[in-house]
């Protein structure tokens, strides 16, 4: 009789033990930093020229980490960095004067980036990120809106991975971007990011 009680002490006591690392195993609740994944990334932009018509192009080379706790928001920290001359808009005259001094210098600023400062959560999966970006050395504080698009357990060899979407608007003459005083190309450029992101299985880091 004893012998049966402490059995079931032990299954018991398995089981709960069971409930507790369940959800950190499975990726339902608890922080991780998530490497972003160019496979499963975007970071577009557009611009119009001419007052009337729309461009649109995207880098190509890009790097960072974000985490983040989907039961605490404000603990959410991004570090992004993109390489300039990995800027393509489809046309490889107008790449080369995007690269340009003109433009983004790539050869005296190789990369531009984005490091956050702080977070607070919004509406609709929605949280607002504050942060530094800093393009052609100059440096400015921003509020982005990011839409948290879920974080799922993918499978040993990917782990936890998670989606986030962003569309915000910056001034290319704030950062020295380009000619003034000419309608050839707009001030005001819409970047668009779509970030895959993964946290690998404690498995596949072995």
């Known amino acids: 009789m004893a012998s049966r009680q402490s059995m079931r002490l032990v299954l018991s006591g398995t089981f709960c033990a069971l409930l507790f690392v369940a959800p950190f195993a499975f990726g339902q609740s608890g922080g991780r930093e998530y490497q972003v994944r ?10 119009y020229k001419w007052l009337v018509v729309k461009e649109e192009g995207r880098f ?5 980490t974000v985490y ?12 992004f960095t993109i390489r300039t001359a990995s800027i393509d808009s489809r046309n490889e005259g107008r790449d080369s004067a995007l690269r340009s001094d ?6 005296r600023y190789a ?46 060899s990917v782990g ?9 608007a910056l001034n290319r003459f704030d950062f020295n971007v380009g000619p ?27």
């Open 111 to 156: 990369t531009m980036t984005f490091r956050s400062v702080g977070s607070r959560p919004a509406e609709n999966n929605m949280m607002m990120v504050e942060g530094d970006i800093t393009i052609k050395g100059r440096t400015k504080r921003i509020t982005i809106p990011v839409k948290v698009l879920g974080v799922h357990f993918a499978n040993q």
């Open 160 to 168: 936890h991975i998670a989606g986030f979407e962003s569309t915000f």
């Open 38 to 47: 160019q496979e499963d990334s975007n970071v577009g932009f557009s611009v």
């Open 68 to 79: 983040h706790n989907p039961e605490d928001q404000t603990a959410t920290k991004v570090d």
């Open 60 to 64: 190509r080379d890009f790097s960072g």
């Open 102 to 107: 003109d433009y983004f210098d790539v050869r």
């Open 180 to 206: 003034s005083g000419t309608t050839m190309v707009g001030s005001e450029v819409t970047i668009h990011l779509l970030i895959g992101a993964n946290s690998p299985a404690i498995t596949a880091r072995q």
